[in-house]
């Protein structure tokens, strides 16, 4: 009797020894190495929504398969049998956009049946428009503005909100510059009676995904800032008598030669080239549909208040106006250019 209880002792010790020799190779190389993404960056962003992953399993005995999962959590475990044993890559079907983690471990034929999680990620999917940043910053009402940023794509079309909800829609802008095959930078003009403020811009492709853009912030133009010094100062008044009216006062009292004023960057052909544009587009302040002596008298009493008689024989101008124009109206005009 003690004889055959000292055998089976034997026996089972030797299975025992049996059997971790049998689950020690698996264990030894249970996870998938040289896990990596041959379709997308790490931490990059993307309009590509399929992402492929590929993995060397060479070194894991007993293997029957892989459990994988993509997923916007870094650690999940798959639990779920997918692909058999001689699988090395697979394809995402379109993963929304988001940010996304790919994770896969080996399904064993033996005990314990799974081996480790490999984790890869994060992925950025990025398919909707998007302004990461613009120039200039912040913009006047006429600027032309380009917004950098991903999926900016031809046929952009731009929504201005003043609330973040997006109801109260004041602007919207159809004719955006995109470089063909570029969908990183587009350019826009800021509709020219925009009302400074901040808003919220809404950007949409033609495919009809949305991006958002928040503190777009708009400036008042400054348009009589003709120097770009940034202020309406005793230069800008000398740059607009000479350009406007043909005259050269002297202001301040003492004599300046303007000319050694100009910013850096400037010189008088810019200006002249500015102050052109400036009468076909801005300056005609009593909306009659043209820039002329009615206009100029206006501005002088206005920007320079002074109130020269042009032309030579006297004019009462009060009795010019154009229908549904007040002096008060051009007074506030003639404020808001300064």
């Known amino acids: 009797m003690i004889r055959f209880l000292i055998k089976s002792y034997l026996i089972g010790v030797a299975l025992i020894c049996l059997n971790i020799i049998v689950i020690s190779p698996s264990l030894a190389a249970d996870q998938v190495t040289n896990l990596t993404s041959t379709s997308h960056q790490l931490g990059e962003r993307s309009n590509n929504n399929e992402i492929t992953v590929t993995w060397d399993a060479s070194g894991i005995n007993n293997l029957a398969g892989f459990a994988y999962e993509w997923s916007n ?10 692909l058999d044993s001689n699988a090395n890559t697979v394809t995402s079907s379109p993963l929304p956009d988001g940010t996304w983690y ?6 064993l034929t033996v005990s314990p049946f799974y081996g480790k999680t490999s984790h890869l990620g994060p992925f950025y999917i990025v398919t909707a428009p998007v302004a990461d940043d613009w120039t200039p910053k912040p913009p006047t009402p006429g600027d032309s503005v380009t ?17 973040p909800e997006m109801t109260n829609l004041k602007a919207r802008v159809t004719d955006v510059f995109v470089i063909v095959g570029d969908e990183k930078h587009v350019s826009f003009t800021v509709p020219q009676d925009l009302a400074p403020g901040t808003y919220y811009l809404k950007l949409k492709n033609t495919d009809g995904k949305t991006g958002q853009v928040v503190g777009f912030e708009v400036e008042s133009a400054k348009v009589l800032d003709v120097d770009h010094s940034g202020e309406y100062n005793y230069l800008d008044r000398l740059y607009l008598l000479r350009g406007l009216f043909n005259v050269s006062p002297v202001v301040p009292t003492t004599p300046v030669d303007y000319r050694d004023k100009l910013p850096v960057g400037e010189n008088e052909d810019t200006i002249k080239n500015r102050i052109t544009s400036l009468k076909t587009q801005i300056l005609d302040v009593d909306h009659s549909g043209e820039y002329n002596y009615l206009d100029r008298l206006y ?8 109130s020269p008689v042009v032309p030579t024989t006297p004019v009462d101008y009060r009795d010019k106006l154009p229908a549904g124009e007040n002096e008060d109206t051009i007074k506030n005009q003639i404020n808001s250019l300064k």
């Open 73 to 82: 959590d870094p650690d999940t475990t798959p639990v779920k049998k997918k």
């Open 147 to 163: 917004l950098s940023g991903l999926n900016l794509k031809q046929g952009l079309q731009i929504y201005f909100y003043t609330d």
């Open 299 to 306: 501005l002088l009493r206005g920007l320079f208040n002074v």
């Open 102 to 107: 790919f994770h896969i471990r080996p399904v």
